[in-house]
């Protein structure tokens, strides 16, 4: 498990995120700047996620969509507001319509990575913080999926291994 | 889908009622002990009513209930509406172990151009 504290503040409406990463800031640096890693994790294996756009500079935008297991799709953007390469990372996170217009009347999530070189790798910080619900409540539903796809995994190790 | 519905407009409730510093400290003082408008106002630079007008918007999203004592009217924090607050988080950090996870396979990978 390298997941080494998960602190929610429901006061602020913060999560915040560390996990030990067995790779150096320069490589985990990677996995959020390059698009083709970045689609590999952001979304959970039943909405995978699909980066058009990934520019990594300050005031530079992403447009991504999440496709679902019925084929429908989620499409979200991403504004960054400080870029410090191999160290930190700030950005909002937005919902768009199907023409990857960002909506204006939805909430944002703000999202801070920070990146600290370790003796064994790296530690990463990411803090997450919410407005409102509506946004949240449409990740929410991707990620119960998401923990049903990976109890389904789990029992189809189990019976490989009977 | 009624319910649902209303839930949902119940947790934005919680959220827009959070999204203020005087009512979340208002919330954190009445939760460890329940006080008096009056001793509330006492610790913010604003009129009584103003405090007052905070305290009515935690109420109407649940967050603490009123109640009156001789001349005063007690607040006391909601503890089932918090843990909504909480149980929210708590999925959304479900989420986020599952990004994990699929970096640390990422990162396990040799390295690109290396040997495969």
Redesign the interface.
């Known amino acids: 498990m ?2 080494i504290s ?1 602190t ?6 913060t ?1 915040t ?1 560390v ?1 030990d ?3 150096p800031p320069d ?2 640096w990677q ?1 959020w700047v390059d698009p083709r ?1 970045l689609e ?3 979304g ?1 294996p039943t909405w995978p996620a699909t980066f058009v756009l990934h520019d990594v500079v300050v005031d530079g935008r992403s447009s991504y969509y999440m496709t679902g297991p019925d084929g429908e799709k989620a499409h979200g953007w991403w504004r960054f507001l400080s870029v410090d390469e191999p160290r930190s990372l700030e950005f909002e996170d937005g919902f768009a319509d199907d023409a990857e217009t960002p909506n204006p009347d939805m909430p944002t999530t703000h999202a801070r990575v920070d990146l600290h070189g370790t003796a064994d790798g790296t530690r990463m910080t ?1 803090t ?1 913080r ?5 946004q ?2 449409q ?2 539903a ?3 999926v ?2 049903m796809t ?1 109890a389904m995994g789990q029992i189809d190790d189990i019976l490989v291994g009977v | 889908m009624v319910t649902r519905h209303a839930e949902r407009e119940a947790t934005d409730q919680i959220f827009a009622a959070l999204s203020d510093a005087t009512r979340r400290d208002i919330v954190t003082r009445v939760l460890r002990d329940e006080a008096s408008v009056s001793t509330l106002a006492r610790h913010y630079d604003m009129s009584f009513a103003a405090v007052q007008k905070h305290v009515a918007v935690l109420e109407r999203a649940h967050l603490v209930t009123k109640h009156r004592r001789g001349r005063e009217q007690i607040v006391s924090g909601e503890v089932t509406t918090i843990r909504t607050a909480a149980r929210l988080l708590g999925e959304y950090e479900e989420i986020w172990r599952g990004r994990i996870d699929r970096i640390d396979e990422i990162l396990a990978e040799p390295a690109e151009g290396a040997a495969p």
């Not at chain 1, 929610?8 to 409406?13: E, I, N, S, V, Y």
């Open positions: 390298t997941v998960t929610p503040d429901t006061a602020t409406l999560l995120i996990a990463l067995a790779a490589r985990a996995i890693q590999r994790w952001w959970p990411v997450s919410f407005t409102t619900l509506e949240m409540e990740l929410l991707m990620g119960m998401e923990g990976l």
